[in-house]
């Protein structure tokens, strides 16, 4: 029970699959008191029975690319909860056309889109966040690996992960004084509803498998279990990092 006593607010549930979803369920097993938040009305439909199975309230609307609901979410959720111990971003989108083919060809637009959603928003969520963490607490983003290699199709995400990486480091270090601590989680490939717009999601869990020292793919209650671990104390010396839990794929070399 690490986080027995803990008030947290998680964004980004989709459905079952969702790696915010299997982070609900870790960080209720560990005791945390928790608020979800969805991005529009037809999520809120879709979620509200699953959160309901687990015993969690209606969701809040959040959409991140609007300052003002950001704003409006964390003032019901100051109103609601007064303080908070966590928050949990996993929120990420791009156009569809910039997940295949040659990055190269990326949009203006399409680049703007996938760093304002994937990327600005845990800045302008962690600047409210840090409003509801007076005694301090602990920000967790989700990335992947594709924000330090080339990895085909990922693309555009690719550079809004690096992005994201690097906010989560200045995050960690506006935010230390204040003992809020900011990481991400770097997930190996896990097929959801995002990653299902990524081309070759096949290929990438296959490959994983055979190059990764654990020799198989991750699945979301790892991820989910990581997460709840850096928004716990057990965490409290580990700020601006990213944990990689991906069975190991990182690291690993390759002949060809
Ligand atoms: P998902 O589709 O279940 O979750 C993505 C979430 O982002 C959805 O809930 C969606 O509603 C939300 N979102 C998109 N636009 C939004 C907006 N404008 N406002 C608010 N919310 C918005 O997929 P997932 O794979 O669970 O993704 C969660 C995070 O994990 C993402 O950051 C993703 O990049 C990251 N990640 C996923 C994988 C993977 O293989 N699935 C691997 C590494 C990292």
Partial sequence: MILKGKKGVIFGVANK?????????????????????????????????????????????????????????????????????????????????????????????????????????????????????????????????????????????????ASLEASVRYLAADLGPSKIRVNAVSAGPVKTLSSSAVSGLKEKLDLHIGVCPLRRNITQKEVGDATAFLASDLASGVTGDVLYVDCGYHIAGRWD
Avoid at 26 to 36: D, F, I, N, P, R
Avoid at 47 to 66: F, R, Y
Avoid at 78 to 86: Q, V
Avoid at 118 to 143: D, N, R
């Fill in 17 to 161: 699959n969702s790696l915010a979803w299997a982070i609900a369920q870790s960080a209720q097993e560990q005791g945390a008191e928790l608020t979800l938040c969805v991005a529009n009305e037809r999520f809120r439909q879709k979620v509200t029975p699953l959160a309901a199975s687990i015993g969690l309230g209606e969701p809040l609307i959040c959409d991140v690319t609007s300052d003002e609901s950001i704003q409006s979410t964390f003032k019901v959720l100051g109103s609601r909860l007064g303080e908070i111990d966590f928050m949990v971003h996993a929120i990420a989108f791009a156009n569809r056309e910039d997940l295949q083919g040659r990055f190269v060809d990326t949009s203006r637009l399409g680049y703007h889109v996938a760093q304002d959603i994937s990327s600005y928003s845990l800045c302008a969520m962690a600047k409210e966040a840090e409003k509801m963490m007076p005694q301090g607490g602990s920000i967790v983003t989700l990335s992947y690996i594709g924000a330090k290699r080339a990895i085909p199709g990922y693309n555009v995400m690719g550079v809004a992960k």
